[in-house]
């Protein structure tokens, strides 16, 4: 089990991506390790740029409280968020396909929900009070890594 506390900034969730690594790395394949951190690095740059108080445009007031749980069983990894910034805006949960578009025309953002999607199991998302909760499973991979 993995249980953090961290301030939603770029630094924080660095750092909290190597010490998940670093807490399963014995015990977890290597892609399925590789899926849980392409999506909590998703999920919690998400929250640090977009969920906190904002006075301007890209300049944070105060960063969101993130609570980040991950628990390894024989399904997979289990994971749970919880932060207190602002709510996850509806559409972010919707079935997503990849968009249609050319090499020379790649956009700076908008895959990060498709991936997320894509790699996990049982999304879940609900909000109360004024906190957010999202959890999800990685399924582990077929082949050891």
Same mark, same amino acid.
């Given at each position: 089990?993995?249980? +953090? $506390?961290?301030? !939603?900034?770029? %630094?924080? *969730? @660095?750092?909290?991506?190597?010490? *998940? @690594?670093?807490?399963?790395?014995?015990?977890?394949?290597?892609?399925?390790?590789? +899926?849980?951190?392409?999506? =909590?690095?998703?999920?919690?740059?998400?929250? !640090?740029?977009?969920?906190?108080?904002?006075?301007?445009?890209?300049?944070?007031?105060?960063?969101? =409280? #993130?609570?980040?749980? #991950?628990?390894?069983?024989?399904?997979?990894?289990?994971?749970?968020?919880?932060?207190?910034?602002? &709510?996850?805006?509806? %559409?972010?949960?919707?079935?997503?396909?990849?968009?249609?578009?050319? &090499?020379?025309?790649?956009?700076?953002?908008?895959?990060?929900?498709?991936?997320?999607?894509?790699?996990?199991?049982?999304?879940?998302?609900?909000?109360?009070? &004024? @906190?957010?909760?999202? !959890?999800?499973?990685?399924?582990?991979?077929? $082949?050891?890594?």
């Amino acid at each position: 089990m993995f249980h +953090r $506390v961290l301030k !939603a900034t770029p %630094e924080t *969730v @660095r750092d909290a991506l190597g010490a *998940v @690594r670093a807490r399963f790395r014995d015990e977890v394949a290597g892609d399925t390790l590789g +899926r849980l951190e392409l999506v =909590l690095a998703e999920v919690m740059n998400n929250i !640090a740029e977009h969920a906190g108080d904002h006075d301007e445009p890209g300049r944070i007031l105060r960063p969101p =409280l #993130v609570h980040l749980w #991950v628990v390894g069983h024989d399904g997979g990894l289990a994971c749970a968020l919880s932060d207190d910034g602002t &709510s996850l805006p509806a %559409e972010c949960l919707l079935p997503r396909d990849l968009p249609q578009i050319g &090499s020379e025309d790649l956009p700076e953002g908008g895959f990060g929900w498709y991936l997320i999607q894509d790699l996990t199991q049982e999304l879940c998302y609900y909000r109360e009070g &004024s @906190r957010n909760f999202l !959890a999800f499973r990685i399924p582990p991979c077929d $082949v050891a890594g």
